[in-house]
């Protein structure tokens, strides 16, 4: 009589733990971004090296997607944009599980311990010179993004790899 009610413990608080995981997230924790200033992201220690010409200009607004939240972005010295979005009301979720035939989407290394996503548009794989974004899972319903357009010059890295330095740099701010 014990043993059969030690198993039926067992089995419920097994079945609790699935259903609590799957509920749950695998980030470090919540950063969430609501308050967060995009434009305050990027030290002046990170954009070195980052061929930075023009000024941080802030956006109370995220252009180009259906999202709530800021927008700060940086023009390199040929002319390319890089957007640094706080996203505050769609997790990476969204990229993953598209329903958008257009979209494509592939989980890439973590940055600061948060799932990241690298997401394009319209081929199989990111052209280096065509417009790349960069999502961070940050807190639940919420993200950090980093797009960057199109590289005009043979000297510009590939522009997924811009927008995961970026990434990196706005997480290890977001982070602190």
Request: hydrophobic share 30%; proline share 4%.
């Amino acid at each position: 009589m014990i043993g059969r009610g030690l198993r039926g413990a067992a089995v419920l608080l097994a079945g609790l733990g699935l259903v609590s995981a799957c509920g749950s997230s695998d980030r470090p924790r919540e950063l969430s971004v609501s308050d967060v200033k995009p434009c305050e992201l990027i030290n002046k220690d990170s954009l070195q090296g980052m061929r930075i010409t023009q000024e941080t200009q802030k956006l109370d607004f995220v252009p180009g997607v259906e999202a709530e939240g800021s927008t700060c972005f940086y023009t390199t010295r040929v002319g390319n944009r890089i957007y640094v979005n706080t996203i505050t009301n769609r997790g990476i979720d969204r990229w993953i599980n598209s329903s958008d035939d257009d979209v494509r989407s592939e989980e890439v290394s973590r940055i600061q311990g948060f799932r990241s996503v690298r997401v394009w548009f319209d081929s199989e794989r990111p052209d280096p010179d065509h417009k790349c974004r960069v999502y961070v899972d940050v807190a639940g319903g919420q993200s950090l993004e980093v797009r960057v357009e199109q590289s005009y010059s043979d000297e510009d890295p590939p522009t997924c790899t811009t927008a995961r330095r970026f990434a990196e740099a706005a997480m290890n701010t977001l982070a602190d």
